[in-house]
């Protein structure tokens, strides 16, 4: 006798974050990727009840193969080894919330803040909190005195001139 099992046993993304959270009663299933991942090309691995197949909008989900949208919940048809008995599952895929920078600690090499020196230099140093923050990128620039200073991209100051500036 042929299966009526409609199950989808196991889930996941390449990537994702934890695992996936299965709700057999509702027939849901919750993905979550990292921050700004892109959800419109991704390929899902799982399993299904024995000799079980899924569909999405009539295509066949081949796991580990089959790409999909996944920017809106997808529709798994899951039909039974039967042929007869069907069970539509929803699966969504959602992004991390963002880690924002909530701190930037600004010292320098030597622990001064001044160049004392014509062409001195001074190596600023940028540590960005909390240590997960998805977006650690650092600008560097001159305020205000770009007359007497300039900055490169690594946090390097060059005194070029006599006064002040804030970087």
Same mark, same amino acid.
């Given at each position: #006798?042929?299966?009526?099992? /409609? ?15 299965? *709700? *057999?009663?509702?027939? !849901? ?11 419109? #090309?991704?390929?899902? %691995? ?12 009539? $295509? ?7 790409? *999909? ?9 899951? /039909?039974?080894?039967? %042929? ?7 699966? !969504? $895929? ?7 920078? *909530?701190?930037? %600690? ?5 622990g001064n803040d001044f160049i004392d020196v014509m062409s ?13 923050a998805d977006n650690k990128n650092i600008t560097w620039s ?9 900055? %490169? ?15």
């Open positions: #006798m042929a299966s009526t099992e /409609t199950d989808i046993i196991s889930y996941n993304i390449s990537n994702q974050i934890g695992n996936a959270i299965i *709700n *057999n009663s509702e027939r !849901t299933i919750l993905v979550t990727m990292p921050y700004n991942t892109a959800l419109n #090309m991704l390929t899902a %691995n799982f399993q299904l009840s024995q000799g079980a197949k899924a569909t999405v909008n009539d $295509v066949l989900q081949t796991s580990g193969v089959t790409i *999909n949208n996944f920017t809106t919940p997808l529709i798994y048809k899951v /039909t039974a080894q039967d %042929n007869i008995t069907t069970n539509e599952w929803t699966i !969504t $895929v959602q992004n991390k919330d963002a880690v924002l920078v *909530n701190t930037i %600690n600004i010292t320098s090499s030597t001195g230099t001074l190596q600023l140093n940028a540590e960005v909190l909390p240590i997960d001159v305020k205000t005195g770009s007359e007497f200073a300039e900055i %490169n991209q690594n946090g390097l100051v060059t005194a070029i001139g006599n006064g002040t500036a804030t970087i």
